[in-house]
């Protein structure tokens, strides 16, 4: 505990007061000037904030000290022991092969059909299903809620009092898929040691190991064959115009996946490629080896080479987080090592559980669940992530399973050779 509250003060006294205020006024006023400058399209009203992002992360890594590059210093305020060479090394393993398996996925002839995702969806089936999910995978409702929200977000003030928010929209996966990531959020949340409530040792180690659960509830195990095998049923009778798409098409349609120009909607293999043009981005505005003004540029070239598409505008294009407004800088990769690590963890779980294909097929989500909490969630805050990292997986990040198994999974789905 003292470990954990050291480093917290450690950071907060290292910066002085006029630079937090500072950022703070930033955060204000950049999120005003960002929402009008992407409604209007207009990169030169939001650059002078984005130079004054870059100029703050830049006298905030200078304070908070490091010894390779300003990125180290920024990046683990979000996730301890990350660096420049921790994310380069995770983003050079997955370029080349990311980019070649979207290009593959792209060029099949056999793409699916999600049109029939798209509907006019009953609200209250679409909430009651959500909570039969949560419910079934071990979300505790009775230490929990699940509202709506526009944006889905976890939040909690206790170990037993932990609230997801989803939304209900004509996309049917919206809700589905999104409750599902924020309870992944939750679990990890909820299943803290009850003696370390409202202590610093309570809750996610960091950003990347957070992500890594709700990717593994909403991708590993919500977007598998034989969760649906269980489920689907279920889903067919809350919502009968299904009735008619067998359970084939309906997974394929909700693993579709092809480069688009948003990353909130990205799918599990192209989301990585867009979180890598935001890091590079970011990589070269700290070092000055990128012009802020040359950002709109840089992004769609990049969009270009990896995803084989090009941002007809910058408000879909390098206008379109909200982050970098608010003098976020650094946190961006942490979505790419949820994605990554959730694999990683997966693997070893596997092994731990044997076929569990067959567990979630029957609907037996609770040794998932504890082989979770007994590595992950019950660990709370006490290791620093990197260590949590060797003693869970005994080694580094690891993209390995990460790749290939996504790589088996869309080969199957779209009949790659
Ligand atoms: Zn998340």
């Known amino acids: 505990m003292v470990r954990v509250v050291r480093r917290n003060m450690d950071i907060e006294t290292k910066l002085p007061q ?9 955060s204000a006023v950049g999120h005003e000037v960002w929402v009008k400058a992407r409604k209007e399209n207009d990169f030169k009203a939001f650059e002078p904030i984005l130079a004054q992002t870059v ?12 010894e390779d590059h300003p990125y180290d210093a920024v990046t683990d305020q979000f996730e301890q022991g990350a660096s420049r060479k921790f994310w380069d090394g995770m983003f050079d393993s997955i370029r080349q092969p990311l980019t070649d398996l979207v290009a593959e996925i792209k060029a ?22 959500s909570m039969k999910l949560l419910d079934g995978i071990g979300f505790r409702l009775d230490r929990g809620r699940l509202d709506t929200a526009p944006h889905p977000f976890c939040t909690n003030f206790a170990i037993g009092d932990v609230r ?26 909820q299943g803290s040691p009850d003696e370390w409530d409202r202590t610093p040792l309570a809750g996610g180690v960091s950003l990347g190991w957070h992500e890594s659960q709700s990717r593994t509830w909403e991708n590993i195990v919500g977007r598998s064959k034989a969760f649906w095998r269980h489920f689907y049923g279920d889903l067919q009778a809350a919502f009968p115009a299904l009735a008619s798409v067998d359970l084939d098409t309906f997974y394929r349609a909700v693993n579709r996946s092809q480069p688009t120009l948003i990353r909130v909607e990205a799918d599990e293999v192209t989301y990585n490629l867009h979180i890598m043009v ?12 990128i012009k802020v003004s040359e950002v709109p540029d840089a992004w769609n070239a990049r969009y270009e080479e990896y995803l084989g598409i090009t941002p007809p505008n910058d408000a879909n294009g390098c206008l379109q987080d909200v982050h970098w407004s608010g003098g976020l800088l650094g946190y961006f990769p942490t979505y790419s090592m949820g994605n990554i690590l959730s694999y990683q963890l997966w ?33 709370g805050s006490k290791y620093p992530p990197q260590e949590l990292l060797q003693r869970v ?20 789905i779209y009949e790659l050779g």
């Open 393 to 412: 997986c005994g080694g580094g990040l690891d993209a390995e399973p990460y790749l290939r198994r996504i790589r088996a999974k869309y080969s199957e």
């Open 18 to 26: 006029a630079l937090i205020e500072e950022r703070a006024k930033l």
């Open 55 to 66: 100029d703050i992360s830049q006298r905030i890594a200078e304070y908070l000290g490091y």
């Open 164 to 189: 997801l928010t989803t939304r209900f929209l004509d996309y049917l996966p919206s809700a589905v898929f999104g409750s599902l990531h924020e309870a992944g959020h939750g679990m990890y949340e």
């Open 347 to 379: 693997e070893l779980l596997e092994a731990d559980l044997g076929d569990t294909e067959a567990l979630m097929e029957a609907g037996n989500f609770a040794p998932i669940l504890e082989w979770l909490q007994v590595k992950v969630y019950r660990q």
């Open 108 to 129: 099949s002839p056999n793409q699916p059909d999600d049109a029939f995702l798209t509907g006019n969806w009953d609200e209250g089936a679409q909430r009651a299903f």
């Open 278 to 289: 935001r890091y590079e981005l970011e990589k070269g505005m700290l070092d000055g080896s």
